[in-house]
């Protein structure tokens, strides 16, 4: 496995996040899809990594500073072919450290409300992330779940 910086225009990236943006608007109304397009991701207070197994795109996942405590966790998702392969999980690991690294206080995210939502509601449950009012500029919204956990 290998985690690297961007690669945000790599063909196979841009596919997996096709894929990310149209998944989440099959299960949420445009409006509660908080998903950042290619352009908000190469933001420079965005950080992009990518997961790869040989030369297999496995996942994705960003963060995106919110402040200089607070960071936010954005475009997670793992490529079908790996799903339940712990990809996810390697992915938040890494944000995690890399969020500590960083220095940040917090570290937070926006995810669904629906079925489809739950196996990503219980990893990070498991990292001890716990539901928490909007953050930044969220609103209440039936469709989003915000999760948020204090970085030591």
């Given at each position: 496995m290998d985690i690297k910086v961007g690669e945000l225009r790599h063909e196979a990236v841009i596919s997996l996040l096709?894929?990310?943006?149209?998944?989440?608007?099959?299960?949420?109304?445009?409006?509660?899809?908080?998903?950042?397009?290619?352009?908000?991701?190469?933001?420079?207070?965005?950080?992009?990594?990518?997961?790869?197994?040989?030369q297999d795109l496995a996942g994705i996942g960003?963060?995106?500073?919110?402040?200089?405590?607070?960071?936010?966790?954005?475009?997670?998702?793992?490529?079908?072919?790996?799903?339940?392969?712990?990809?996810a999980r390697k992915i938040l690991e890494h944000i995690v450290e890399q969020a500590t690294l960083r220095s940040y206080k917090r570290l937070s995210l926006e995810t669904g409300t629906v079925d489809a939502f739950i196996p990503a509601q219980k990893l990070y449950q498991q990292f001890g992330f716990q539901t928490c009012v909007p953050f930044g500029n969220y609103q209440e919204d039936p469709y989003s779940m915000f999760m948020s956990k204090a970085i030591k």
């Open positions: 096709q894929e990310h943006h149209e998944d989440m608007l099959a299960h949420s109304p445009p409006e509660s899809v908080h998903a950042l397009d290619l352009s908000a991701l190469e933001h420079p207070d965005v950080t992009f990594w990518s997961l790869w197994v040989n960003a963060i995106k500073e919110l402040d200089k405590d607070h960071c936010e966790i954005k475009s997670m998702r793992t490529a079908t072919k790996f799903l339940r392969k712990g990809i």
